[in-house]
T-cell receptor
Framework: DAKTTQPPSMDCAEGRAANLPCNHS???????VYWYRQIHSQGPQYIIH???NNETNEMASLIITEDRKSSTLILPHATLRDTAVYYC???????????FGKGTRLHILP | GAVVSQHPSWVICKSGTSVKIECRSL??????MFWYRQFPKQSLMLMAT?????????EQGVEKDKFLINHASLTLSTLTVTSAHPEDSSFYIC??????????????FGPGTRLTVL
């Protein structure tokens, strides 16, 4: 059981910000929100994770609502290379196994 | 950064034969490795968790006698698909956990192995 809900697909224009939503209404207090992406026929790539504060790294920003029931991954300036399936996952600790849901297929349009 | 390799990247075999897939952590020691399977247009499905020096833990519905996992060292885990059949054709992906706190995430994924059983 993936414990998260994501839209099956989204489009975003190249150069614009891509905002990918995720619902995790049953998240526990000790569970982190992780985001991965999978480019076609490759292994998943870690993007970012957070507990309750907003996080930013060189790839993306993660905005978590105050009640922690949902979050948004933001790719600030999407490029064609960002076309991938994006997975939102909740897990307790970094070494815990990862259960993938269906993810969001993001299409970046030229 | 932490790199995980898989070998082979693709393999074609005849029905009834066995195929071994290797997963290596190249620049770190991995106490835990995970094996996933992915069918076309579907998400990754966790098959099993392996810890170095001990037996693998299989997810419900995964046949342990068909998918043999060996984690003999801190840098190598192998998945052997025994008596392969066409329905075993899939994309097999491993991940390795470095257990090092502070790197953002401690799990690193391999590039995957595409198995085709004729």
């Amino acid at each position: 059981d993936a414990k998260t809900t994501q839209p099956p697909s989204m489009d975003c224009a190249e150069g614009r910000a891509a905002n990918l939503p995720c619902n995790h209404s049953t998240i526990s207090g000790n569970e982190y929100v992780y985001w991965y992406r999978q480019i076609h026929s490759q292994g998943p790539q870690y993007i970012i994770h957070g507990l309750k504060n907003n996080e930013t790294n060189e790839m993306a920003s993660l905005i978590i609502t105050e009640d922690r029931k949902s979050s948004t991954l933001i790719l600030p300036h999407a490029t064609l290379r960002d076309t991938a399936v994006y997975y939102c996952i909740v897990r307790v600790v970094q070494d815990d196994k990862i259960i993938f849901g269906k993810g969001t297929r993001l299409h970046i349009l030229p | 950064g932490a790199v995980v390799s898989q070998h082979p990247s693709w393999v074609i075999c005849k029905s009834g034969t066995s195929v071994k897939i290797e997963c290596r952590s190249l620049d770190f020691q991995a106490t835990t490795m995970f094996w996933y399977r992915q069918f076309p247009k579907q998400s990754l499905m966790l098959m099993a968790t392996s810890n170095e020096g001990s037996k693998a833990t299989y997810e419900q519905g995964v046949e342990k006698d068909k998918f043999l996992i060996n984690h003999a060292s801190l840098t190598l885990s192998t998945l052997t698909v025994t008596s392969a059949h066409p329905e075993d054709s899939s994309f097999y992906i491993c991940s390795a956990s470095s257990g090092i706190i502070g790197r953002g995430d401690t799990q690193y994924f391999g590039p995957g192995t595409r198995l085709t059983v004729l």
